[in-house]
């Protein structure tokens, strides 16, 4: 049952982009009814409201759509903000988000799905997207713990969920790798609370009596 005074969020548990919304979402304690989308078979209810059909999605109880996740997660800072995030999201910030979306992810998707682009051995995909982010990301956090600086920011929300599918795809060869700063900021989050309680398994949808 869909309560129409919280705000509804279009959502996929594994989806990325989706993650990061989830997370600031539950930073902020932002109350939401979430409906889990089966990206093959989108609702209705959410192509009428989304041209792209993307998710996440977040409706408003007010009527406003939220397209993109970026602006999900500035929309719930700005209703609360417990460790002042918006305070560090500068310049710099954007530019992370920026390179992760724009760069990263392309080569993240090439390196996941390397048998698609043949053109380039697997490492070779890999080795592009190390140099896209991961690589830069491991020298930011060599010599401070979270992307902005000492505390952390929305840079390193939106990042999460794109560096642990990265590090999911090839799980020993990350592990093993030289980047101890990185392997302990991913950690240090994929423990957190809050990215715990945001990749519980939505409830199966109630059947209805015989
Ligand atoms: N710019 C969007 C991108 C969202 C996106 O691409 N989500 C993927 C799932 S991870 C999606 O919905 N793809 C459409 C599809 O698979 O049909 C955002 O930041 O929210």
């Given at each position: 049952m869909i309560n129409p005074t919280l705000p509804l969020l279009y959502s996929f548990r594994r989806c990325p982009y989706a993650i990061r919304a989830r997370v600031a979402l539950h930073y902020a304690s932002v109350a939401v009814t979430q409906r889990e989308v089966a990206l093959r078979d989108k609702p209705t209810d959410l192509l009428a409201i989304s041209p792209?059909?993307?998710?996440p999605v977040l409706q408003l109880p007010d009527g406003q759509v939220l397209l993109h996740s970026l602006d999900i997660m500035l929309w719930a800072l700005a209703q609360h903000d417990p460790d002042d995030w918006l305070g560090r999201h500068d310049r710099q910030c954007e530019l992370w988000v920026q390179r992760n979306d724009d760069d990263f992810k392309p080569l993240l998707d090439r390196y996941k799905y390397a048998q698609r682009h043949p053109m380039l051995s697997q490492e070779a995909h890999r080795a592009q997207a190390v140099a896209a982010l991961i690589e830069p990301v491991e020298q930011t956090l060599?010599?401070?713990?979270?992307l902005a600086g000492s505390r952390p920011g929305l840079a390193d929300a939106a990042l999460l969920p794109f560096v642990r599918q990265f590090a999911l795809v090839q799980p020993e060869w990350f592990q093993a790798e030289p980047m101890p700063a990185l392997q302990r900021w991913l950690q240090t989050q994929l423990s957190s609370p809050t990215f715990v309680a945001v990749m519980a398994k939505p409830a199966p949808a109630a059947s209805t009596p015989a």
């Open positions: 792209a059909a993307t998710v060599s010599h401070q713990p979270w």
